[in-house]
């Protein structure tokens, strides 16, 4: 009982379009006068790196319809809407204050489609290993 190969390809797609949208621009590299920027700034970007790796992983367990693979993906989302509300309320280095940013946005929307459909398809994990145990 594995998920119809189309649904996996369009969340495998899914979750790499929101890893990207979540990697911005590093605005702190190109408009600090410091070409190796601040502390901060090379910690953000740093994690903005782990969080499009994490993407990406989650696209392969996605598409090889592993649990860990949503899970994964789950995890890039709260990370993401975690940044973004940083971002606008305490601030990140380099990075300005705008809460109606278009691409966040459609970041946000995209987020809560992929976590309606993993939250279906994890439903579908438990239903099915719970009948096992039985």
């Given at each position: 009982m594995t998920s119809p190969r189309p649904r996996r390809i369009g969340a495998a797609a899914l979750i790499v379009v929101i890893g990207l949208l979540n990697f911005h621009v590093p605005h702190f590299l190109l408009e600090s006068g410091n070409p190796t920027g601040t502390v901060g700034a090379r910690l953000l970007e740093a994690a903005l790196l782990i969080t499009m790796a994490a993407a990406v992983g989650a696209a392969i367990g996605i598409y090889r319809d592993r649990p860990w693979g949503w899970y994964l993906g789950g995890l890039v989302v709260l990370v993401g809407v975690a940044m973004y509300v940083a971002q606008e309320t305490i601030g990140l280095p380099?990075?300005?204050?705008?809460?109606?940013?278009?691409?966040?946005?459609?970041?946000?929307?995209?987020?809560?489609?992929y976590l309606h459909l993993a939250m279906k398809n994890c439903a579908k994990w438990r239903r099915r290993y719970s009948r096992r145990a039985i």
């Open positions: 380099g990075l300005p204050r705008v809460w109606w940013e278009p691409s966040r946005i459609l970041a946000l929307a995209l987020e809560a489609l």
